[in-house]
């Protein structure tokens, strides 16, 4: 068996190493259509939140839980007009670009922050009445 020479060995290892590492690096997903608009998303993702501590907060046993969060989660998509496989792909859209993801759940949690807040004063404010 003959040597390569090792100008032709190191340019077949460089083109390997190439061929190697963008075979690893993922594909850019195509943006999905319709993409959900990083306010719309933000919105739903709040009231998917709330809708989650509602029924946590009902206490009901787990079947009953998911079935009360599934007509919750359908009445969401109807009132913003949505259907769950265009809500699901831009949730995905999202999740797969970190400083999207990042942007919209920060939104999110400083709304809900600001709600907690919120009922946290007027519950104290209620208190005070009372005594």
Same mark, same amino acid.
């Given at each position: 068996?003959?040597?390569?020479?090792?100008?032709?060995?190191?340019?077949?290892?460089?083109?390997? =190493?190439?061929?190697?590492?963008?075979?690893?690096?993922?594909?850019?997903?195509?943006?999905?259509?319709?993409?959900?608009?990083?306010?719309?998303?933000?919105?739903?993702? #709040?009231?998917?939140?709330?809708?989650?501590?509602?029924?946590?907060?009902?206490?009901?046993?787990?079947? !009953?839980?998911? =079935? =009360?969060?599934?007509?919750?989660? +359908?009445?969401?998509?109807? +009132?913003?007009?949505?259907?769950?496989?265009?809500?699901?792909?831009?949730?995905?859209?999202?999740? #797969?670009?970190?400083?999207?993801?990042?942007? #919209?759940?920060? =939104?999110?949690?400083? !709304?809900?922050?600001?709600?907690?807040?919120?009922?946290?004063?007027?519950?104290?404010?209620?208190?005070?009445? +009372?005594?």
């Amino acid at each position: 068996m003959k040597k390569l020479p090792a100008s032709l060995l190191s340019t077949l290892s460089l083109l390997l =190493a190439l061929v190697f590492t963008q075979c690893q690096r993922p594909e850019e997903p195509l943006v999905p259509q319709p993409l959900l608009p990083k306010a719309k998303m933000v919105a739903m993702l #709040i009231q998917v939140h709330l809708n989650e501590s509602r029924v946590d907060a009902a206490a009901l046993p787990p079947d !009953s839980a998911r =079935a =009360a969060f599934n007509l919750l989660q +359908r009445q969401l998509l109807t +009132r913003y007009n949505v259907t769950d496989t265009i809500f699901q792909r831009s949730y995905r859209y999202y999740a #797969i670009h970190d400083k999207d993801l990042d942007d #919209i759940y920060g =939104a999110v949690i400083d !709304s809900l922050s600001a709600r907690e807040a919120k009922l946290g004063a007027k519950d104290q404010a209620e208190e005070a009445k +009372r005594r």
